[in-house]
């Protein structure tokens, strides 16, 4: 009932009242409008995602609540007329569930600490005990020799971004290292208040080389005090599991047909999330939104000139694993993808746009994207980060974006406890489901793709001159995804 109503707000909208068409540009702004009041008012991307976080809830990659999240995603498009939507697998390496996680300090006093694994690392299997030592924030990529020199003690560093180097290449060296010193764990202190954790498997998966353990702020602050007067001593028991029988993970994809077979956007958001709470935000409300875009676009009877496919990954947060997979398996069409579109950074209110590394295309996209700018969605910058799936296809060669919005809370509440629904900011969500729906359609219906593929060797160039080399081979295991 619905689909019919708003396709005749559409017919509508593109006639003017004697019925002549309109001209194309006041065309595609009527069209704008139209999905715009529809999701803000009408938009079901807040409801759907509390089906998602009450009923399923967290949705840790290769578990049975990954597996239900991707048969609702795809039980919804089949329900909003995308009958050829399908899932696409990709195998996994390893699987990962996380047990209980119990430290203590015991000497110079007894006291809990509140602690908890980062993904697809170890645990320490029984109760062990170690010597604490803090290295504090390394200054290099790694630490320095001699790593023996940390062997049997608890390590407490911070390896966080240094230059071009992200926090996840830093993490993820030091924690090799100190395996190889003979450390029997890596404590990484927590930036989120109220003694929340932190979790991810950025650089771990498929097995981490030893223990890596969040630690609350205040807790770590609490064995500084204690190693200013001397030698301290913890506790730890983490009992995580790993189990690596072949498993297949997928991804969901489902089109809306344009009129040129040849030319295509990727809209794309990823559904696994992180278990402390219910993935509501990351990436819980990038789903919702991109289901209820597509819902729109195909109740809205448009016919853009290129095709729009939507994408829901599984796999992101072990690195990136569903997007990488895709752009394997859809090796041959990725010339004629004119961009990709991410959305991966929260429901707060739109405010552009972030490529990585490519520079090459930001006057044009601005342009293409210009009549977003009244929704707040106004700046296009080249400062995405490296950890989220657009940055799979500036690799693979395809024009990427995601969206960028409002900072608001959600660095306080990404992969933590509070990640959940009643964080969410429901207009705000109708707000980026337009942007997504509307940028989609611009960017499907332009008449020049806004940006080229970029053949290998230029992309191999671009790698080296942004200095991201050493981060993807430890990352990855290579430059570009093979
Ligand atoms: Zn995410």
């Known amino acids: 009932m619905k689909a019919a109503l708003l396709f005749a707000f559409v017919a509508v909208a593109v006639t003017n009242p004697q019925g002549q068409t309109l001209s194309s540009k006041a065309t595609q702004l009527g069209q704008m409008s139209l999905i715009t009041g529809h999701a803000v008012t009408e938009g079901w991307a807040y409801q759907w995602l509390e089906k998602l ?19 609702l995603i795809l039980q919804t498009l089949k329900d909003n007329g995308y009958g050829s939507a399908h899932f696409e697998e990709f195998p996994i390496a390893s699987r990962w569930q996380r047990g209980p996680a119990v430290g203590r300090v015991i000497a110079p006093a007894d006291a809990e600490i509140r602690i908890g694994p980062f993904g697809w690392t170890p645990g320490t299997d029984r109760r062990i005990e170690a010597t604490v030592i803090d290295f504090g924030k390394p200054t290099m990529i790694g630490l320095p020799e001699p790593h023996s020199r940390f062997k049997d003690a608890a390590v407490i560093v911070e390896p966080y971004q240094l230059g071009a180097n992200p926090t996840q290449l830093m993490r993820a060296v030091v924690a090799r290292q100190l395996a190889q010193g003979g450390a029997v764990a890596m404590l990484i202190p927590s930036d989120k208040p109220g003694r929340m954790l932190y979790t991810s498997a950025f650089g771990f998966y498929p097995h981490g080389a030893l223990p890596v353990l969040s630690i609350a702020m205040e807790d770590t602050a609490y064995m500084r005090r204690l190693l200013a007067k001397g030698p301290v001593k913890i506790s730890l028991e983490v009992q995580n599991s790993f189990d690596a029988s072949p498993s297949q993970e997928r991804n969901v994809v489902a089109d809306l047909e344009g009129t040129d ?13 992180w278990d402390y709470a219910q993935g509501a935000d990351d990436n819980g409300s990038g789903i919702a939104a991109l289901l209820d875009a597509a819902r729109i676009l195909r109740a809205s009877g448009v016919k853009p000139k290129a095709t729009i496919r939507f994408v829901f990954f599984g796999g992101e947060e072990q690195g990136e694993l569903g997007s990488r997979a895709y752009v394997k398996q859809h090796r041959d069409e990725l010339p004629n993808v004119r961009m990709f579109f991410a959305m991966d950074s929260g429901a707060e209110a739109p405010v552009g746009f972030l490529v990585h590394s490519r520079e090459d295309y930001l006057s044009t996209l601005r342009e293409t994207l210009a009549p977003l700018v009244r929704l707040g969605a106004s700046k296009v910058h080249a400062q995405a980060s490296l950890d989220t799936d657009d940055v799979t296809y500036m690799l693979a060669g395809v024009p990427s974006m995601r969206l960028d919005v409002e900072e608001g809370t959600y660095d306080v509440r990404h992969h933590a406890l509070t990640d959940t629904l009643d964080h969410v900011d429901a207009k705000a969500l109708g707000i980026d489901t337009a942007v997504v729906a509307c940028a989609a359609l611009l960017l499907a219906d332009a008449e020049d793709p806004p940006a080229r593929f970029m053949p290998e060797p230029e992309t191999r160039e671009l790698i080296r001159k942004v200095g991201l080399e050493p981060a993807l081979l430890t990352l990855f295991g290579e430059i570009l995804p093979q």
């Open 53 to 71: 976080t009450d009923t399923v809830g967290g949705r840790v990659t290769g578990s049975p609540q990954s597996r239900v999240a991707s048969e």
């Open 261 to 273: 077979p040849r030319s295509m956007v990727i809209v794309g958001a990823h559904f696994d999330s």
